[in-house]
């Protein structure tokens, strides 16, 4: 598995989740210098960016959850999370992620997020 996503589950509005994706290391060997993300996709919507972060750290967020959720990385880990808070019934979704290295993207399988209200 290129990428190993984790962390979803059933929370209630206003509640927190982090996920976290780890990286294989056969294929990332310096996870440093790779552009990653999490997206999402919800039914009967299109894959969206929830979040990502370039190789310099910087970061960017989709506008509906601007505020609410961070992403982060551990390059030694080869790790990204995703910290998710004040969570809304909108945010119900498959949360996906993903790095891109040497011009390809690698998806991770995907973890099941739902928010009840």
């Known amino acids: 598995v290129q990428l190993q996503a984790s962390g979803g589950g059933l929370v209630q509005a206003g509640g927190s989740l982090r996920l976290s994706c780890v990286a294989s290391?056969?294929?990332?060997?310096?996870?440093?210098?790779?552009?990653k993300g999490w997206y999402r996709e919800a039914p009967g919507k299109e894959r969206e960016l929830v979040a990502g972060?370039?190789?310099?750290?910087?970061?960017t967020y989709g506008d509906s959850v601007r505020g609410r959720f961070t992403i982060s990385g551990d390059n030694a880990k080869k790790t990204i999370y995703l910290q998710m808070s004040a969570l809304e019934p909108e945010d119900t979704a498959v949360y996906y992620c993903?790095?891109?290295?040497?011009?390809?993207?690698?998806w991770g399988l995907g973890t099941q997020v739902t928010v009840s209200s």
């Open positions: 972060i370039t190789s310099r750290g910087t970061t």
């Open positions: 993903a790095a891109n290295q040497l011009g390809r993207t690698y």
């Open positions: 290391r056969s294929i990332f060997t310096d996870f440093s210098t790779n552009a």
